[in-house]
Nanobody, 123 residues
């Protein structure tokens, strides 16, 4: 069992900043990849940024230069620093982790999702 909990969402004016956090807990052997996804009303969920356990990072083109993803492997936490926010960034932001757990002595991998945190950017 792995649980992911997001925090840090809220209301901000265009040009402002927010910092999102994701805390993972449970019977975790490792979390190879963690990422932030977002879904705006009427749109498909999209990848915002991802980071591997060894620090490899990918960003969506729409957030490059504005958002910064990071993680603390010792704490099983991930962060998303969002600067220069735009109204089009308004969405529910979800934390995703690709984690290994052990079942009957055998390690298995699964994807886990948090419940999301709302980010609203006003113009």
């Amino acid at each position: 069992q792995v649980q992911l909990v997001e925090s840090g969402g809220g209301f901000v004016q265009a040009g402002g900043s927010l910092r999102l956090s994701c805390a993972a807990s449970g019977s975790i052997l490792s979390i190879n990849v963690m990422g932030w996804h977002r879904q705006a009303p009427g749109k498909q969920r999209e990848l915002v940024a991802s980071i591997t356990s060894d620090g490899a990072i990918n960003y969506a083109d729409s957030v490059k230069g504005r958002f910064t993803i990071s993680r603390d492997n010792a704490k099983n936490e991930m962060y998303l620093q969002m600067n220069s926010l735009k109204p089009e960034d308004t969405a529910v932001y979800y934390c995703k982790g690709s984690a290994e757990t052990r079942r009957g002595g055998i390690p298995v991998g699964n994807d886990y999702w948090g419940r999301g945190t709302q980010v609203t950017v006003s113009s």
